[in-house]
């Protein structure tokens, strides 16, 4: 099949694991498990809707595989070893075996929870938070369940290759593979392991040089015959090196210098995968609903045959223009936030259906930008020249592939397309429902008496402040920028810094964008912009009519949206790692900065006091004085919304990265001494929710809903069920593909063979 043979450096460089994990690194035995309900949705679309539905959520559950390739060097053969187990006895005949192999129920039940952990994350990395989490059971029993499972009595060698690949990596806790991250900072297979801070950055200036998205791309670091570090920036695509008829993309297929170094751009990344993707985007093409989706759709198609980005542009360009359609979706290398220098996209694709109740609100919302917009606190000159209006649809998620599930996505990415084209917000209702439920006895660091409203006012108050972070957060500023010709998109005689009352001094040049420009801290930096957007915002009287809330019942929401930000802030913690002074969640990250925005308006706005629980363990309580969320808190988030505005329209990299690391630093200095808080949150913690997604089949042309139980052995089996027709091949693909860059992460390039 293509492992690595056992015993072999990959194998062995993780065996010096460290003791049994604790908390931080184990998914645990009650971890919630939700359904996403998309029946009714899914009944009223018409046929050719549900083929059309059906093509595109195979293309993005193909396409979903490269995400084990982008997370860590084991992920693919874990996820291959783990779909061979359940393929050949489904969750209910493994316990059986397992029993009678010597497992308790709880380490049966720790085993379903791993493997639903990794189908969820897509290898064996948090996708929110990025930090690893082991089986929490002994290896050698785990070892005795799958050696000894129908899969290895069928295939006896190709298991225990897989499991001899990764068996050490999947139970390793050593320091530097406990998180995400480049160099000695963690693991990542965006870049090779000997690639550092300093490679990234000389990539990303090579890349700006020659107008390429660093989106699609790996970055391979080796030495050249004459000494020099050589770069390999390897594209996705279908098509390989092999001579083809002239694209866009052939003349950028070559050897470059570059500051001393060699560059060689290339393509093929994760063809195979992408093949499938393509295929059945092919197909969708015959049930699209207009010609803006037929060509959408051909230029996905060309973007991931011959790795241009630019393709997807133009793709995304009439993806734009398509507004409300019936059945929504999009798909590509779309979200930087787990490439650790913050450029590189991870794949996702979704496809989903309208909610028109929902949707009527935020339509409402949106009809109300222009004036909203003049409501932001910087001057007119840092918003875009024209407010494009933007679709804004809320949806049920029929398919999310790719490493985790939001809330709500506006999108596209691309700053040029924003400013010029626009762009589409979308709320996803049935995810959000998941996200609303919650449980008293697990509501931590609150008030008893804030407990109720909170349960009542989450649900409402989180609708509020997703259609208000995505339309007129991600959505609002304009970035300053200067063309290839040298003409700048704004008048420098005129436009004053509201921060310095001077001219402006900086800007973007042809070429350089903002994931490019502020690199590790753009994507935390843009939420934390986008969620103090939507707390400021709540405060209009005329959002919360729209969404349907006046008197008593606005203001418990204002009091409820800002509450959670400010425990979302203490929970944030979990997400900071103390050895590194690192960052693993951007969302987490920006919340913790508003939160010490809000700290530092004093005057009693919000207090975190350290306390001891009913249990005698440390605990903490978060405390909003809603009296003064108007005249303390709404100033204090004034000034914090247009320095980061300022900031960022003028590409001031250095100016932003002062204003919030300084905000995100994480120290025990008094009075909130947060580095111990850390302790205690980590200590009461609850993990993040599994979902579990439904498949589509198509059976005699017609498209069957199947739908499965909200437990980990339900959504083990939707992993087992999703690919009937080919997943032993894919599998074979995945380790294949895996093996091949092996060396990359100092692993051997010797592949045992595997005729399973």
């Given amino acids: ?118 189908y969820s994350n897509m ?87 020659q107008n390429l998205s660093a989106y699609n791309t790996r970055l391979f670091k080796g030495v050249s015959l004459d000494g020099k570090p050589c770069y390999e920036v390897r594209l996705a695509s279908v098509l390989g090196m092999e001579p083809t008829l002239h694209s866009e993309m052939t003349s950028k297929l070559k050897s470059y210098e570059f500051r001393g170094c060699h560059f060689q751009v290339t393509r093929g990344d994760y063809a195979p995968i992408l093949q499938k993707v393509v295929e059945h985007l092919e197909k969708a093409k015959a049930y ?53 220098f913050g450029s590189r996209g991870e794949f996702e694709g979704f496809v989903a259906m309208v909610n028109k109740a929902m949707s009527a609100k935020f339509e409402c919302l949106v009809a109300s930008a222009e004036q909203l917009l003049k409501e932001l606190p910087w001057p007119p000159a840092f918003e875009k020249d ?15 592939s790719g490493s985790g599930i939001p809330a709500g996505i506006n999108i596209p990415n691309y700053d040029d397309l924003r400013q010029t084209d626009g762009f589409k917000n979308v709320s996803l209702g049935n995810v959000l429902a998941v996200a609303y439920a919650t449980q008293r006895e697990k509501l931590t660091f609150l008030e008893e008496d804030d407990k109720d409203l909170y349960i009542r006012w989450k649900g409402p108050s989180f609708d509020v402040q997703v259609g208000l972070h995505e339309l007129l957060g991600h959505g609002s500023g304009k970035l300053f920028v200067q063309d290839e010709k040298g003409a700048l998109n704004f008048d420098q005689e005129t436009v004053i810094n509201p921060e310095t009352g001077e001219q402006i001094q900086s800007w973007y040049r042809s070429g350089e964008t903002w994931d490019s420009k502020f690199s590790t801290i753009a994507s935390s930096y843009e939420e934390c912009r986008a969620e103090s957007v939507g ?96 005249p303390v808190g709404k100033p204090a988030l004034e000034r914090f919304l247009r320095k980061l505005q300022v900031l960022k329209s003028t590409g001031d990299v250095a100016g932003g990265r002062a204003l919030y690391e300084g905000y995100a630093a994480v120290t025990d200095a008094s009075p909130e001494c947060f580095l111990t808080l850390r302790d205690t949150v980590l200590l009461r913690k609850e993990s993040r929710k599994l979902i579990v997604q439904p498949n589509t089949r198509l059976e005699d042309s017609e498209v069957q809903l199947l739908e499965y139980e909200a437990s980990a052995a339900g959504l083990i089996r939707s992993f087992s069920e999703r690919f009937p027709e080919d997943g032993p091949e894919l599998e074979e693909v995945l380790t294949q593909l895996a093996t091949a860059d092996a060396r990359f992460w100092k692993c051997p390039n010797e592949a045992s063979s595997d005729q399973a």
Wanted: glycine residues 8%; charged residues 20%.
């Fill in 288 to 340: 699209a609903a207009n010609s803006l989706q037929e060509q959408m759709l051909a230029q996905y198609i060309e973007s991931f045959t011959q790795g241009s980005i630019e393709a997807h542009k133009r793709g995304s360009r009439f993806w734009i223009q398509d507004k409300g359609p019936i059945v929504e979706s999009y798909i590509g290398f779309i979200e930087s936030y787990r490439d650790p």
């Fill in 386 to 400: 024209k407010f494009l209006t933007p679709d804004f649809t809320s949806l049920d998620v029929l398919t999310f």
């Fill in 123 to 209: 290898g064996n990395y948090k996708s929110f938070g990025d930090t690893k989490f082991v089986p929490n059971l002994p290896k050698e029993k785990l070892e005795r369940v799958i050696l000894g499972s129908k899969a290895a009595q069928q295939h006896p060698e190709g298991i225990r290759s897989l499991w001899q690949t990764c068996r050490e990596l999947m139970f390793s806790l050593e320091p530097r593979l406990r998180h995400l991250g480049l160099g000695k900072e963690g693991i990542t297979t965006y870049f090779s392991g000997d690639c550092t801070m300093e490679d990234a950055k000389l990539a990303q200036d090579f890349l700006d040089s």
């Fill in 1 to 118: 099949m293509g492992e690595p043979e056992a015993g072999s450096e990959f194998a062995m460089r993780a065996a010096a694991a460290g003791p049994m994990a604790d908390a931080q690194y184990i998914l645990p035995n009650d971890i919630g498990v939700f359904s996403l309900d998309c029946r009714e949705a899914f009944r009223l679309l018409s046929p050719t809707e549900r083929l059309y539905a059906h093509h595109l959520s195979r293309a993005a559950w193909y396409g979903g595989l490269a995400v084990l390739l982008q997370t860590s060097p084991e992920a693919p053969y874990i996820y291959a070893l783990l779909s061979r187990l359940f393929r050949a006895q489904d969750p209910d005949q493994l316990h059986q075996h397992a029993l009678a192999e010597g497992l308790t129920e709880e380490e049966y039940q720790a085993f379903l929870v791993y493997a639903a952990g990794i």
């Fill in 535 to 630: 707390l400021y915002l709540c405060l209009n009287p005329q959002v919360l009519e729209i969404f349907g809330f006046e008197g008593a019942d606005a203001e418990d929401v204002i009091y409820v949206n800002w509450l959670n930000m400010v425990r979302a802030g203490l929970l944030a913690l979990e997400f900071y790692t103390p050895e590194a002074s690192s960052w693993r969640q951007a969302h987490m990250q920006a919340r913790f900065v508003i939160l010490r925005v809000l700290l530092e308006a004093g005057e009693g706005l919000v207090t975190v006091t350290p306390t001891t629980g009913a249990d005698g363990r440390p605990d903490a309580r978060v405390r909003l004085d809603r009296n003064k969320i108007r």
